[in-house]
């Protein structure tokens, strides 16, 4: 079963746009991580947020975490071709270190 | 360039035949991991190792097993390939067990007809 979910499940904005995704898991969490995956390529990670912070910033990619609602989003600022792709949310489970659990992800278009 | 080379990269094959998806790195991180990719479901852990000569079964782990005899490879085996196991598979490691961070392969496509 998936801990994480995402949604939307598909998102196309114009470039230069906002782009918002959202992410909520069931159990509680350690850390919760955001990976970006290119057409037939392998998951690149972006950015790790700890249970105890609640929002963080790595260029134009930022992050929230609200461990009450069990959810985190990713906000992508002024959009670019560059940045079509599917990003997914992975957690770790509060009671072991071994497993990272994915959702489903969420497929971004930016038109051009 | 550091990082996970994965082989084949792409793969077509007959129910019942055997089959190893090779998996190397050269970062000399501790742990490795094997996920499988299928459209709707996201990414599911097969199976886990923290560190050579140890290993562990991650969510989906039945038809596949593991090895981990040195830090470097971790190579998965179907012993009997079947339809269900068509998929992308993807190797990846992190630093530690602790250390969720995970590095990806580019991937091996697997048919099975």
């Known amino acids: 079963s998936q801990q994480g979910e995402e949604d939307p499940q598909a998102l196309s904005i114009q470039e230069g746009e906002n782009a918002t995704m959202n992410c909520s898991y069931k159990?509680?969490?350690?850390?919760l991580q955001w990976y970006r995956q290119n057409s037939g390529r392998g998951l690149v990670h972006l950015i790790l947020i700890r249970s105890n912070e609640r929002e963080k910033h790595s260029g134009r990619l930022r992050v929230t975490l609200d461990t009450s609602k069990k959810s985190s989003s990713l906000l992508i600022t002024a959009s670019r071709a560059a940045d079509t792709a599917s990003y997914f949310c992975?957690?770790?489970?509060?009671?072991?270190?071994?497993?990272?659990?994915f959702g489903t992800g969420t497929r971004l278009t930016i038109i051009p | 360039i550091a990082g996970i080379t994965q082989a084949p990269t792409s793969q077509i094959l007959a129910a019942g035949r055997r089959m190893t998806l090779r998996c190397t790195q050269d970062m000399r991180h501790n742990a490795m991991y094997w996920y499988r990719q299928d459209l709707g479901l996201g990414l599911r852990l097969i199976h886990y190792s923290n560190t050579a000569g140890t290993t562990g079964k991650g969510e989906v782990p039945d038809g596949y097993s593991v090895s981990r005899a040195n830090t470097d490879d971790f190579p998965l085996t179907l012993a009997s390939a079947v339809p269900s196991q068509t998929s992308v598979y993807f190797c990846?490691?992190?630093?530690?067990?602790?250390?969720?961070?995970?590095?990806f392969g580019a991937g091996s496509r697997l048919t099975v007809l």
């Open positions: 159990t509680s969490i350690n850390n």
């Open positions: 992975a957690t770790d489970k509060d009671f072991g270190n071994e497993k990272l659990t």
């Open positions: 990846a490691s992190s630093e530690g067990s602790g250390a969720y961070v995970l590095t």
